[in-house]
């Protein structure tokens, strides 16, 4: 922050910092890698194959299938997905 700047600013910005960093999901502790039948997922090689072949996933695509993988049995909020397909939810 540059001065002059008055108190007021200085009470707030921390307090917004610290709400972003409450509203973004957690990152997964492990590494996961999620297989089905006809899918895999795994997260630490950002790969993504169906019946043994690669599927190519947008970045958009990626970060919302990531923040889903990464947290099962969690109910994620819209926020935090609109957050995580841009990128912005980690």
Not at 10 to 33: G, N, S
Not at 70 to 81: E, F, K, N, Q, T
């Amino acid at each position: 922050m540059t001065e002059p700047f008055g108190t007021d600013e200085l009470m707030v910005r921390p307090r917004a910092a610290t709400r972003r960093l409450e509203e973004a999901p957690p990152r997964p502790q492990t590494a996961v890698i999620v297989t089905t039948e006809e899918l895999t997922v795994d997260l630490p090689a950002r790969k993504v194959r169906r019946h043994s072949r690669d599927v190519r996933l947008t970045p958009t695509e990626w970060h919302l299938l990531e923040t889903l993988v990464a947290h099962p049995r969690v109910l994620i909020s819209r926020r935090r997905l609109l957050l995580a397909g841009r990128g912005t939810g980690r």
